[in-house]
């Protein structure tokens, strides 16, 4: 088990009985990528805590990177909210069998299932990240903001070939089975999307975004999580 650092949004430990959110980064990010994030649901009334993942970030580590050790080093249970992004996604998905682990998920662009004939591609893209700097960023993700340019090449920095290929080569071939038993949303990229499906998910796809819609259009994105929020998942009035 890897001790995860953590990074927090909104009044430490929360209002007494208020919504505590726990987010999960996707492969080569970090805790600081969820600025824009964080701040939303802090400004929503949560306790927000975002990690970095083992292998990650400022995170010890590790000989093993199966989806079950990422979700082994999850802190805590009883979530209200668990958010997950790509690879953060997946692990939120099988955390879901831990008893008592959260009560709501909300997925973006979660990465499910890989193709076999697309494994290949995927991890060498992601390897490739790991020397790119944000105005190599830049050039494939005109929407995004500077600070989130800037983050993602720091993250990208901190990681390791040996995570990347670690992550790829111990979870092949790639295929989440678990179906929450927890209402969940799924915003997925309209353009360039890694989400395959998810039985029972409420499933809202973003204009104009890629993979990371957060970052490619946070204004819908965030909409789309504050209308769900208010109805399918019953946690703001």
Same mark, same amino acid.
């Given at each position: 088990?890897?001790?995860?650092?953590?990074?927090?949004?909104?009044?430490?430990?929360? @209002?007494?009985?208020?919504?505590? /959110?726990?987010?999960?980064?996707?492969?080569?990010?970090? /805790?600081?990528?969820?600025?824009?994030?964080?701040?939303?649901?802090?400004?929503?009334?949560?306790?927000?805590?975002?990690?970095?993942?083992?292998?990650?970030?400022?995170?010890?580590?590790?000989?093993? !990177?199966?989806?079950?050790? !990422?979700?082994?080093?999850?802190?805590?249970?009883?979530?209200?909210?668990?958010?997950?992004?790509?690879?953060?996604?997946?692990?939120?998905?099988?955390?879901?069998?831990?008893?008592?682990?959260?009560?709501?998920?909300?997925?973006?662009?979660?990465?499910?299932?890989?193709?076999?004939?697309?494994?290949?591609?995927?991890?060498?893209?992601?390897?490739?990240?790991? @020397?790119?700097?944000?105005?190599?960023?830049?050039?494939?993700?005109?929407?995004?903001?500077?600070?989130?340019?800037?983050?993602?090449?720091?993250?990208?920095?901190?990681?390791?070939?040996?995570?990347?290929?670690?992550?790829?080569?111990?979870?092949?071939?790639?295929?989440? !089975?678990?179906?929450?038993?927890?209402?969940?949303?799924?915003?997925?990229?309209?353009?360039?999307?890694?989400?395959?499906?998810?039985?029972?998910?409420?499933?809202?796809?973003?204009?104009?975004?890629?993979?990371?819609?957060?970052?490619?259009?946070?204004?819908?994105?965030?909409?789309?999580?504050?209308?769900?929020?208010?109805?399918?998942?019953?946690?703001?009035?």
């Amino acid at each position: 088990m890897v001790v995860l650092p953590e990074t927090h949004w909104g009044t430490l430990g929360g @209002t007494p009985g208020g919504p505590r /959110a726990l987010l999960l980064h996707g492969i080569n990010g970090s /805790a600081a990528g969820w600025w824009r994030v964080g701040e939303f649901l802090a400004a929503e009334g949560f306790h927000v805590t975002a990690v970095d993942l083992r292998g990650h970030g400022l995170a010890d580590r590790a000989d093993s !990177y199966l989806l079950d050790d !990422y979700v082994s080093d999850l802190p805590g249970t009883d979530w209200d909210l668990v958010v997950g992004h790509s690879l953060g996604g997946s692990i939120a998905v099988v955390a879901t069998n831990r008893p008592g682990f959260a009560r709501r998920l909300v997925l973006l662009d979660p990465v499910l299932a890989i193709p076999a004939e697309l494994h290949d591609e995927i991890h060498a893209d992601q390897a490739g990240e790991l @020397t790119q700097s944000a105005e190599d960023l830049a050039e494939d993700r005109p929407l995004w903001h500077p600070l989130d340019l800037q983050l993602k090449a720091q993250s990208s920095r901190q990681a390791s070939r040996d995570m990347v290929d670690r992550t790829f080569t111990q979870n092949r071939p790639w295929a989440i !089975y678990v179906v929450p038993d927890v209402p969940t949303l799924v915003v997925a990229a309209s353009t360039g999307s890694m989400f395959t499906g998810l039985a029972g998910a409420v499933v809202v796809t973003i204009p104009n975004a890629g993979h990371s819609p957060h970052r490619d259009q946070p204004e819908a994105t965030f909409a789309a999580v504050t209308s769900w929020l208010t109805s399918g998942g019953g946690l703001l009035p």
